[in-house]
């Protein structure tokens, strides 16, 4: 029996691992697969997980079913973090995911975990009755359980914690650490079509009857709910520029129609800073990401995925 402190020993004793391997882990983020090495098609293992918490992403969980199909499945309310070998069992606190395994480049600092791990026959065989159990009561993950889930997760990451911030600019803050950004409902959004007249004649009588400003897109399908957006509009030839107030925040619940109306609002703590910043990423994004840019009437992304992808 020996103690695991670096997650990291834990992930390579997974990836060695030869023989089935039968895990149940709560929950799972960004990275883990490709850490715990189960996209190696050799592999043979069976996973039990959660999506009941929002603990799980579930993008990770559509990729680790699009490898194992019939052999990943979840349990309502699972906590376990157990890896059951042939011959041996890790038994720790860490979930799968960037902070979990202590990944380089998570979120702040990651959590100090501990595991143990024992190749005592007794142990084994219990942990793998154990884990047989609650196989045979475990559920299949259909894509309404998903979509569930994605609700649940997005709003657990909004409610995470924040790491310190390097700096109140917000643009060089998301780029100093651009995982602490991640999944907080802060999205860049650069309009590539003006409102068209029908459209800026509603938003005027929407103001005229409100007797306050009034902001609203036209035909965004895409747009985040109950969200920050940071909003530019792309005017060709004239440049990129900021749209009014800049940061805007969108209704709890998607809107029918082709209008979208938004509030305008702030990022608590940061400040926006200069526009030649943003122009300087967001000119790559046009390039290199010409046919995203086009798409659904404008470009919409990520704030802490847009400060990773286009460094200054």
């Known amino acids: 029996m020996s103690l695991i402190e670096d997650q990291q020993d834990l992930a390579q004793w997974v990836r060695q691992q030869s023989t089935h391997l039968d895990i149940a882990v709560a929950f799972w983020g960004t990275g883990a697969v490709e850490q715990l090495g189960l996209n190696d ?42 890896f059951i070998g042939k011959n041996e069992v890790v038994i720790g606190s860490a979930n799968a995911s960037a902070n979990g395994l202590g990944a380089e480049g998570s979120e702040a600092t990651h959590w100090r975990e501990l595991g ?12 793998q009755s154990w884990f047989e159990a609650l196989w045979a009561g475990s559920k299949t993950i259909t894509p309404k359980m998903l979509a569930d889930a ?32 991640k999944n907080r409902g802060i999205y860049i959004t650069v309009s590539t079509e003006k409102l068209s007249a029908k459209a800026e004649n509603v938003r005027k009588e929407k103001a005229k009857e409100t007797r306050s400003p ?22 060709g030839n004239d440049g990129i520029r900021r749209d009014g107030p800049g940061v805007y925040h969108s209704r ?29 990423r967001l000119e790559q994004a046009k390039i290199r990401d010409a046919r995203k840019w086009n798409s659904d009437y404008g470009f919409v992304m990520d704030l802490g995925e847009f400060a990773e992808k286009y460094p200054e």
């Open 41 to 82: 098609a050799k592999k043979s293992y069976r996973i039990l997980l959660d999506l009941t918490s929002g603990g799980s992403n579930p993008k990770v969980v559509a990729q680790l079913l699009k490898l194992r199909p019939k052999f990943v499945r979840c349990v309502d309310r699972l906590h376990a973090k157990a």
């Open 116 to 127: 143990l791990t024992t190749k005592s026959a007794s142990d084994v065989a219990a942990a």
């Open 150 to 181: 994605e609700v649940k997760w997005k709003k657990r990451q909004q409610q995470r914690p924040q790491a310190p911030a390097s700096s109140t600019d917000l643009l060089t803050a998301a780029s100093a650490n651009p995982d602490a950004f």
């Open 214 to 235: 009034a902001y609203m897109f036209e035909q965004w399908p895409k747009m985040p709910v109950n969200s920050h957006l940071i909003c530019f509009t792309d005017f």
């Open 252 to 280: 709890a619940n998607k809107q029918r129609g082709p209008n979208f109306w938004v509030d305008k609002s702030s990022i608590e703590g940061f400040e926006l800073g200069s526009l030649r910043s943003w122009k300087k």
